[in-house]
């Protein structure tokens, strides 16, 4: 069987999956946060009272910022190596690395003093600043360590970068999507004790509207699509090293490269469910949204260049 139809039967069979799942969640949704939920949250209480919950809150989006800093400090290598022009670019793909990082605590400290009930450390400059220095910290460190080992491998390691960069920026349509659907999290239901503010992932909801002097934070209705779980997808960049490194391209590195990506989403889909901060259906599309991103900027900076390299070996042989 030629690659192009295997990569058709992986589509067919990916989007058959996908609907399937979908069609299951848009049906049960509100029956299964019910039973995953049982017993994490309080009367009292909007976020979970769940010690492992809640570490999944706080730690669990990290690939998407870990794999920014790694992205961009090839990238920051790529153009010391260039020099020239490059300089400009070199010092802007340096400070998206140290933004990269200082989110990574940043988003870290943000879910834990809103957990804990401390937000008001979140106020003023003074977490941030914290964060920056540890961002700016982080991405030296990262250059020094490893600056000899990217520029060996720099052919193999800048397309692989940029395809990282590129499937992190798709988190942007996450963003873009929360706040007009508005969907309401199970959780700000159940703090109100009323489930009829429930709405289907496809329904834009008008809970915020309506409950707009009920004094529920504004996080409560960013349900659709999970942030967290698209984040824990960029681990899907490891289906990317057998691409950039041989010694990946075993059967059991090929194998690997999709078990531990998908057995890490999955397991923060379902802590984010068990939660109460996303229906089965929001983590679905999360998740599949950052599979879909690192396959498309796979095909697009790896695939298709290793095929066009060995047309062309083929072709001078």
Same mark, same amino acid.
């Given at each position: ?23 299951? /969640? ?40 870990? /794999? /920014? ?93 940029? /395809? ?154």
């Amino acid at each position: 069987m030629s690659n192009k139809k295997k990569q058709l039967l992986s589509i067919a069979g990916l989007l058959g999956i996908f609907g399937v799942l979908l069609a299951l /969640a848009t049906v049960f949704d509100l029956q299964v946060s019910h039973i995953l939920a049982d017993g994490n949250l309080a009367a009292d209480r909007y976020y979970s009272v769940s010690l492992l919950c809640n570490i999944v809150e706080i730690a669990g989006a990290w690939p998407v910022w870990t /794999a /920014a800093v790694f992205a961009a400090s090839v990238m920051t290598v790529y153009f010391d190596v260039k020099k020239g022009a490059g300089r400009i670019c070199e010092v802007i793909f340096f400070c998206l690395s140290v933004l990269a990082a200082t989110l990574l605590l940043r988003d870290g400290l943000k879910y834990a003093f809103r957990i804990y009930g401390r937000e008001d450390l979140l106020e003023g400059p003074g977490t941030w600043l914290v964060s920056l220095v540890f961002g700016l910290v982080a991405a030296v460190l990262v250059l020094k360590l490893a600056y000899r080992r990217i520029r060996q491998n720099l052919d193999s390691l800048a397309p692989f970068a940029l /395809a990282i960069i590129c499937s992190c920026c798709c988190y942007f349509i996450i963003e873009i999507v929360k706040s007009p659907v508005g969907r309401m999290r199970f959780r700000g239901m159940h703090l109100l004790g009323d489930y009829s503010y429930f709405t289907p992932w496809y329904q834009v909801s008008a809970a915020r509207e309506l409950l707009a002097d009920s004094g529920l934070v504004k996080d409560c209705f960013k349900s659709f699509p999970s942030g967290h779980t698209f984040s824990a997808g960029m681990s899907y960049i490891l289906i990317m090293l057998p691409d950039v490194f041989p010694r990946f391209r075993t059967s059991r590195g090929k194998i690997l490269s999709y078990v531990i990506p998908v057995c890490y989403t999955g397991f923060v889909g379902f802590f984010r469910i068990a939660a109460g901060a996303h229906f089965f259906s929001d983590v679905l599309v999360g998740g599949t949204l950052a599979y879909l991103a690192v396959q498309i900027f796979r095909y697009v900076f790896l695939c298709r260049n290793r095929q066009k390299s060995e047309q062309a070996d083929r072709t001078a042989a």
